[in-house]
């Protein structure tokens, strides 16, 4: 192997980067990589992008440091528990490498990050650990058009995957079987509300989440790069330590999986405020030439409960899938469970006159497809 001898003087950062032939440090530094997740997977590739020098990196996850996660977190300390990970894992990587840009959102991706937010970004890598999460950014993937790594790790195994939803190949939701689909939907009932049921825990230490985490970055790294990656789009590698092994599959794409096409371009854009009535809008897009115009959202909302006791009612607004089972029961008379009505779409209605933007539950940056009597449009809420 060539030996390069560099003095002191010379060096700077990315020096031994450069030496790569096919190395491009600019493209790194102008990349855009969203981060789903920073546990134990997403402290191995938020310091491994850190140390790449990947320019912009964005993590969202909703949960704070507990004590079991100082065992295989390298970003974590004692004195970090109870704080937000995500807020965390940005300041410990901006002292890896303070040349980076490094956005935290302390939330849930399913509901608190918008397509337009996604598609700002050129890779996804997600690093989480359950079926839900993965269906639910696979979804927003597609939505917004952007490729992703899928990471997941065992005690001593691991799997890497690639979906990129500009391909004719495989996503994550075709290879959803049917025991994992019954797994996912146990987490609601049979009316779609949240069910109190603990996360199960895998057991994990930090050697297979260095190992899966430097895979997912070296597919990203190639991926940047514009090269041929570790995995093609749709397969999947399969690694394990005890014993040692590797193999790769290609996932065969479900000709049903309706994932395929979500994806949404925007056709206009509408300048977004919370207090902003719903109708107000609908009836500039009448104006605009878009007539009888249906608004889908993303998200089914709870509008009104009402106890069919007491008759106490309430307004609640919130996403049908983020309400807990377990508030159901009427708060006044606690006889017993409240009716509640649903809606996934909003029209020039009189029942949606009163309803703000904020009772959406929208959030930044979302992108929605909107019906016309001239055909489909997708509007984007910009703030």
């Given amino acids: 192997m060539e030996s390069f001898i ?17 190395w491009e440090q600019p493209k790194l530094k102008a990349a855009k990589v969203l981060i789903a997740g920073a546990g134990a997977l997403g402290n191995e590739v938020l310091k491994n992008l850190a140390l790449i020098g990947v320019g912009n990196i964005t993590v969202i996850d909703f949960d704070t440091v507990s004590i079991t996660n100082l065992t295989r977190s390298v970003l974590f300390r004692e004195k970090d528990i109870g704080l937000a990970k995500v807020e965390v894992a940005r300041q410990q990587i901006l002292e890896i490498n303070p040349e980076i840009s490094v956005q935290a959102i302390h939330g849930d991706l399913e509901f608190d990050l918008g397509i337009g937010e996604v598609k700002e970004h050129d890779l996804i890598i997600g690093c989480l650990d359950s079926v839900n ?10 939505c917004a058009g952007i490729p992703w790594v899928n990471g997941g790790m065992g005690i001593a195994e691991g799997e890497v995957s690639f979906f990129d939803p500009n391909t004719e190949a495989a996503c994550y939701e075709c290879s959803i079987s049917d025991q994992m689909w019954q797994r996912r939907n146990q987490r609601y009932s049979c009316q779609g509300l949240k069910r109190n049921i603990p996360e199960s825990t895998m057991p994990t230490t930090a050697t297979i989440a260095s190992i899966v985490g430097a895979m997912q ?9 514009g090269k041929t ?25 479900q000709e049903e999986c309706m994932a395929h096409d979500l994806t949404i371009q925007p056709t206009i854009s509408i300048n977004y405020q919370p207090s902003l009535r719903v109708q107000e809008v609908l009836q ?92 489909q449009i997708a509007i984007q809420f910009c703030q």
Wanted: glycine share 4%; hydrophobic share 35%; aromatic share 10%.
């Fill in 217 to 225: 970055v070296q597919q990203a790294l190639l991926y940047l790069h």
């Fill in 133 to 142: 999460a993965r269906w639910a950014i696979n979804q927003l993937a597609y």
């Fill in 6 to 22: 560099i003095t002191q003087e010379q060096e700077s950062r990315y020096d031994r980067h450069n030496l790569i032939d096919w």
């Fill in 284 to 375: 500039n897009l009448e104006k605009s030439g878009y007539l009888n115009p249906t608004l889908w959202l993303r998200n089914e909302i709870i509008g009104r409960m009402k106890c069919l006791s007491c008759g106490y009612e309430e307004h609640v607004n919130k996403p049908l899938r983020q309400y807990p089972e377990s508030e159901l029961a009427c708060p006044n008379c606690k006889l017993e469970e409240r009716d509640f009505e649903v809606f996934s779409n909003v029209t020039l209605s009189e029942s949606s006159q009163d309803l703000l933007f904020q009772d959406l539950y929208l959030p930044n940056n979302e992108i929605l497809h909107c019906d016309t009597s001239q055909g």
């Fill in 229 to 253: 990656g570790l995995l093609q789009p749709g397969e999947k590698i399969f690694l394990g330590l005890n014993p040692w092994m590797a193999f790769k599959v290609q996932i065969q794409r």
